[in-house]
């Protein structure tokens, strides 16, 4: 298995390096990035160690997260992350998560780094289907793919325990035929 190596008009999507921490860590401390995601703020420490834990893995692994860097190619500084995951039982599925440092975002860096993994994912592998649940407050998120073309099933009332208050959810999914139908 390889590591991952994607590149889009303006951006780079690669493994984290230790050299991209203190970017990381602007916006991985900060509250309202992790308001609607599954993580929490991190401290410098644990940035590097959450760096550290992914800069040597490969793509594919099913069922494994692998969280990569969004290189701004002028700068080589990150604008922000993203983690894709193969299904652990069926490797046609796959999940993707995204995250923009609040310095970088409406710039279109989320739509153009998720074109980039979509192209990758349904023309040089076998996953057939994208599935994504998010918060039904994160609306940035749920713009994002809307724009995409992803299909909107929910929201899903109150079905969640989240970060200390019940919480609905939306579930998106998007199939190879309609991403290369685009075309
Ligand atoms: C969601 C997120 C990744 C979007 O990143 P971004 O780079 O700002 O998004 P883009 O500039 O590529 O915009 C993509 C689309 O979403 C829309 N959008 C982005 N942010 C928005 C906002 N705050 N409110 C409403 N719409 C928004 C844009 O208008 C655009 O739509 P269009 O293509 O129809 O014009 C970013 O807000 C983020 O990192 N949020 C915190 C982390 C998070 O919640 N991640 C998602 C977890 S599932």
Known sequence: ?????????????????????????IYRSNPDIARYQGFETLSTEQANNFIKEHT?????????WVQYGLEYKE?????GDTAIKTDAQNYEI???GITISHLEQKK???????????????????VIEIKETV?????????????????????????VYFKGKWGSEVHFVLHKEKWISKE
């Open 1 to 25: 298995m390889k590591q991952l190596y994607i590149t889009t008009p303006r951006l780079i999507i690669r493994n984290l390096k230790v050299s991209d921490l203190p970017d990381f860590y």
């Open 56 to 64: 040597n893995k490969t793509f594919g692994k099913p069922g494994e």
């Open 135 to 159: 918060d039904a407050d994160n609306i940035a998120s749920i713009n994002l793919l809307k724009s995409l073309g992803f299909i909107q099933h929910g929201p899903i009332v109150e079905n």
């Open 75 to 79: 700068t080589g500084k990150i604008v």
């Open 94 to 96: 796959a999940e993707i």
């Open 108 to 126: 279109g860096y989320a739509k153009e780094a998720f074109t980039g993994i979509l192209n990758f994912l349904f023309k040089t592998t076998s």
